[in-house]
């Protein structure tokens, strides 16, 4: 049987791409999808796809009365929360494309999907290269001892640091901290300049016209330094592989796991 998909975001930049990759698979249907903006209107006419008769959803409530066996969510910070404890509250599975959330929403959604007994996929990057740019830097982090993350993104972006930038320091930090030879708090002028400090390492944040996003962790010892980069442009299809493959995952476990990388193969 097909995975029947509940798309939230169905019209923003990768939901477009997504809801078509979804109606071209072989292992998936879109029984739902939401978007604001376009209430009301057929899925197929935003798209372009005249066989798919699909009326838009103005929430996540309504689109969730619907039948579905997962929810992907692609939307905005200020929302993604409500949405996803309103799938576990109805015993449905969540993939997690938006940024934003903090790390006491992943561990309310966490408690939460353990006691549903279904399970949560939060990636602050979908893009395989991104994901391989974490694995790097996590064996990276087991033989250098000082980094440092930028990220860069649209002007537009609300959220900083990413949500990239923030699970890779989450997962460097399950390795150790790096070292810091003066402290953030003794920085002379304004320590602000010195970044955001999550789970130990230091995240600077550029949000300039021009970037789609990228983001990089510099390692550095004595007389020479490490640069991990990561860069996409402005196609949404990095995203869409690594989206579908967390969706076919996360019925397969319970809680919260958070990074592609999780799910996949050593």
Known sequence: MKTRVCLAGATGWVGKALSKAIYESQDFELVAAVARTSAGRRLGD???IANLDLEISSNVQ????TTCDVLIDYTHPT????????????NIPV????SGLTEDDF???DELARKKQVGVLAAGNFAITAVLLQRFAMLAAKYISHWEIIDYATAEKPDAPSGTARELATKLSQIKPPVIHIPIENTHGQKEARGATVGGTQIHSIRLPSYTFAFQIIFGLQHEKLTLHHEADSSPDPYVLGTLLAARHVR???GLKRGLDSVLEA
Not at 62 to 65: E, G, N
Not at 79 to 90: G, I, Q, W
Not at 95 to 98: E, F, K, N, S
């Open 46 to 48: 935003t798209l372009g």
């Open 62 to 65: 309504q689109a969730l009365a």
């Open 107 to 109: 561990t309310q959604i």
């Open 79 to 90: 929302v993604v929360k409500t949405h996803v404890m309103e799938a576990l509250s109805r």
């Open 252 to 254: 397969s476990f319970v």
């Open 95 to 98: 993939v997690i494309g938006t």
